[in-house]
Each structure stands twice: as C-alpha cells, then as structure tokens.
C-alpha cells in the first residue's frame, strides 16, 4: 500500500496517509464493534476530519501518529469504557503499543513492523476487566425494587470487605 501511495503521493505523505488509513480503519472498527450507536457516525466523521486537518497542515509523521493513537484511545474510552479507570487502561494499552512500536522500529528500521508491533499491543484491550469496560443498562442496576447508585454499591461492597476481615481476624486470634 505504501509503494502505490509513495508513487502517487510523494514519500512524505505515503507514510502519514499510510498511518491515516490504518488508524480511521482501525477506529471505524471499533465504532462498529461497540454496540452503541449513539454518537458514533458523528465520532467517525469527527476523527475523519481531525485526520484530513493533520494531512493538510503538513505535520510531521510522528505527530500524525500521535494523533491517530490519541483519536483511537478517545474512540475506546468512548464506546468501551464505564469509568475513568477503565479508560486510563485502554490508555495505557495504547502507550504499550506506542512503546512496542518505538522499541521495534529502533531494532528493526521498519515502519512496517513498528505499525504491527503497535496493532499487536492494541489487542491487550480484552484484559481490561468487563465490569469496567462494558456500559451497563440502568435496569441492570435494579435489585429488587428503587435504582440503587454507585455509591450504596460500593458502600456494600466495603462492608462486605470489613466484614470478612472481621471473620479472618477473630477465627486466626
């Protein structure tokens, strides 16, 4: 692809096109693998538009790429984050790519195996916990009767844990 792209448009722009390409393909993936729709022709035409800006600005590859990972990290966080820590997870997944990446094209020279080693790291993305990653559904919430909120839960979740902290400490004394 970049060869074709190198004989039309210029060696420069082969590549930013190249990760352009990659990157919204990428994205456009994740819209239609999340399951929601609400929002997401708009988040894809969003990240369309800020990709032709980036090419038509002129900004070196490295911040294109830049760009790209921080579109798709917006686009995970966005359509398969329930919280700001799972979010901060599909962030870090995307800094272990750009880490794969870096340390790959440093060994190798190849943008080509820099590009997979990043996409290889992307699929650390399923070993962010579904509790945290999946939206749930205000009726999922329900238990027996009123909606309970987020903090009755985690308010029973600690009690919980005092409780069988309590129980481990008086059966070992």
């Known amino acids: 692809m970049v060869f074709w792209l190198r004989l039309v448009l210029g060696a420069s722009l082969a590549w930013k096109a190249a990760i352009v390409v990659m990157a919204y393909a990428y994205i456009v993936y994740l ?17 369309l538009l800020v990709f032709l800006a980036s090419l038509m600005w002129g900004l070196p590859w490295s911040s294109v790429a830049l760009i790209a990972m921080g ?43 820099a590009t997979w080693s990043f996409f290889l790291m992307q699929a650390a ?9 999946q939206r749930t559904s205000a009726a999922g919430r329900v238990a027996g009767g009123p909606a309970v909120d987020g903090f009755v839960l985690a308010r ?16 070992e004394g």
């Open 156 to 171: 029973q979740a600690a009690q919980k844990a005092l409780d069988r902290l309590r129980t481990s400490t008086t059966a």
């Open 31 to 47: 819209l239609a693998q999340s399951g929601r729709t609400a929002g997401r022709t708009t988040l894809a035409v969003l990240s």
């Open 125 to 133: 993305c399923v070993w962010v916990p579904p509790r945290l990653a």
């Open 71 to 113: 579109l798709m990290w917006g686009v995970r966080a966005y359509a398969y984050s329930q919280s700001l820590v799972a979010a901060l997870l599909h962030g870090g997944i995307c800094l272990l790519g750009l880490g794969a990446a870096l340390w790959a094209y440093a060994h190798s020279g190849s943008l080509a195996l």
